[in-house]
């Protein structure tokens, strides 16, 4: 699997750096996005990832900077994806705060958009005191004018937080053979979610061998035992799995949060975190800043990734204010280069791997090894 930061800027784009965008590649080909600022389908373009795989959108939040993008997006994919047929089969799954969902209607209605594809909108229910006390709409949200529903939107889903014993909530989206994903709130100027990705142990390779000694032929009946199966050969003879397979391949998890003062109210979500998405929008100068406006900074993103035990911090949603670290004409204390270093020297002492996650900034995730997830 791949990490592709499309855009690590905050507020807004410039000629050098885009807004918020992060792309998972999978493995197998689809690709998930999380947030989709404006200029995003730009992005796209330079990136070695295409938009036409994405299956899933994930949304932090609703400020401009991580959704503005969405709409052209959703438009773009349609336009490349050609003429109805296998297209038309599509569907891209929507997760986002409440309001998610007007949003994406009321821009494509107004502006008469087609799609040849379907989507599905599933909204997060934020609690009470997600809201800031000035939040004009109310905790409920703006009800006044209904969401018109697209051509080719289906059902979705209201998702609302469920807690554990302790009182700490989560709220589910996805759970399949392959991945558990869960949200979390986090300390923002508005409802705002992290998403922890939590890969299931999958089956070990087949020996070929062991397949061609117990009579197993290669076809349907390899893909029964990969499945967890068994099978009767012609012979008569039955194989198991575990006859066959080797070692099952341990799941990464994977946490990546939107805008952030304070994420450890998600904290209880995750255990032996293998990457941290966290930003570090100003450096620690401007810690009063930063947590003032619900913003985090090197320090309190190590912090975090120290909380979760993560074994790699990859760093983003930088403001305007810190160039590019190729960026010409710039010295270190006007770049990125100052944050990583404050961060690398807040985690010195411990194995915490800190990165820069710039704009195509590409983050290949190593498996995890079978010592590892028994650590």
């Given at each position: ?50 938009s ?47 309001g ?27 609690t ?10 109310g ?86 035992l ?80 120290q ?9 983003n ?31 010195s ?11 195509m ?8 090894s ?6």
């Amino acid at each position: 699997m791949w990490l592709h930061f499309l855009g690590s800027g905050s507020s807004y784009p410039t000629t050098k750096r885009g807004v918020s965008a992060l792309a998972l590649r999978h493995d197998d080909g689809p690709v998930w996005l999380f947030d989709c600022g404006e200029g995003t389908q730009i992005q796209f373009q330079k990136a070695s990832v295409t938009s036409q795989k994405i299956t899933a959108i994930f949304i932090s939040h609703l400020h401009g900077d991580h959704l503005f993008g969405l709409p052209g997006l959703l438009c773009t994919i349609s336009s490349q994806l050609g003429e109805e047929g296998e297209a038309g089969k599509k569907v891209v799954d929507i997760y986002g705060p409440k309001g998610i969902n007007k949003f994406v209607n009321t821009a494509l209605h107004v502006s008469c958009s087609p799609l040849i594809y379907s989507f599905r909108v599933h909204e997060l229910v934020p609690t009470a005191s997600q809201y800031p006390e000035d939040w004009e709409w109310g905790s409920e949200g703006d009800e006044t004018v209904p969401a018109i529903s697209h051509l080719k939107q289906l059902p979705g889903s209201t998702i609302t937080p469920v807690a554990d014993s302790q009182g700490n909530l989560h709220w589910p989206l996805m759970n399949n053979d392959r991945w558990c994903v869960q949200a979390g709130w986090i300390h923002h100027r508005v409802p705002t979610f992290g998403f922890v990705l939590i890969e299931k142990d999958r089956p070990g390779t087949l020996d070929s061998t062991k397949l061609t000694s117990l009579g197993v032929k290669l076809g349907p009946m390899c893909g029964e035992l990969k499945a967890g199966r068994s099978v009767v050969t012609d012979s008569g003879r039955t194989v198991r799995p575990e006859d066959v397979l080797g070692p099952s391949i341990p799941g990464r998890t994977l946490v990546i949060l939107g805008d952030t003062s304070d994420a450890s109210p998600l904290a209880h979500l995750v255990s032996k975190c293998d990457v941290l998405v966290h930003e570090a929008t100003h450096g620690d100068a401007l810690a009063e800043k930063a947590v003032l406006y619900g913003h985090s900074t090197p320090l309190r993103a190590v912090a975090f990734a120290q909380q979760i035990q993560a074994k790699t911090l990859l760093l983003n949603h930088f403001s305007q204010r810190y160039h590019p670290a190729d960026s010409q004409g710039h010295n270190k204390e006007e770049s990125v280069e100052l944050l990583v270093n404050e961060g690398r020297q807040a985690a010195s002492g411990s194995s915490l791997n800190v990165m820069c996650a710039d704009d195509m900034f590409v983050f290949d995730i190593p498996p995890r090894s079978r010592a590892q997830s028994s650590k």
